[in-house]
């Protein structure tokens, strides 16, 4: 199954009478089994989906113990990859032999029980440059080596 297929096939958790649930709820045992399951499956598209990672990440941090609105927000994040399909193409190109790094941080603060704590997020892009061969700079392109989040 290519990575298109993958996604698509992927089902959001069906939760009755979820307009009665607070979105502060804790989720009962099997919704937040179900929320474990999707995570995970989302989780294995970051290999091909840079574009999720953060938000997967920012997800995982909620696996053990979900609330209703991480359930809401996982639902709504396979939505959005089932109607905006993404594959990664590598074109050829005549290597300029020069390599792009894109690196950003995020910091957020927390309070917890009297105390501050805080949460963050690291993220990386390594490209490699090129032209597609036309002769000129303008039609620069790049190959996404890698990434993390």
């Not at 905006?84 to 957020?108: A, I, W």
């Amino acid at each position: 199954m290519d990575q298109v297929q993958y996604i698509e096939a992927m089902k959001a958790i069906e939760v009755p009478g979820i307009l009665s649930y607070k979105n502060t709820e804790t989720a009962p045992k099997p919704l937040a089994d179900k929320f474990l399951s999707l995570l995970m499956a989302l989780a294995f598209t970051a290999l091909t989906r840079p574009d999720l990672a953060c938000y997967i990440a920012a997800l995982q941090r909620h696996a053990q113990t979900p609330q209703i609105i991480h359930l809401r927000r996982l639902n709504a994040l396979v939505r959005w990859a089932q109607r905006n399909p993404v594959k990664l193409v590598y074109r050829p190109m005549q290597c300029l032999q020069t390599l792009e790094v894109h690196s950003d941080v995020g910091f957020r603060r927390e309070e917890v029980d009297d105390h501050a704590t805080g949460r963050s997020l690291h993220g990386a892009n390594y490209l490699r440059l090129g032209t597609d061969g036309r002769g000129s700079n303008e039609h620069q392109t790049c190959h996404l080596l890698d990434w993390s989040s």
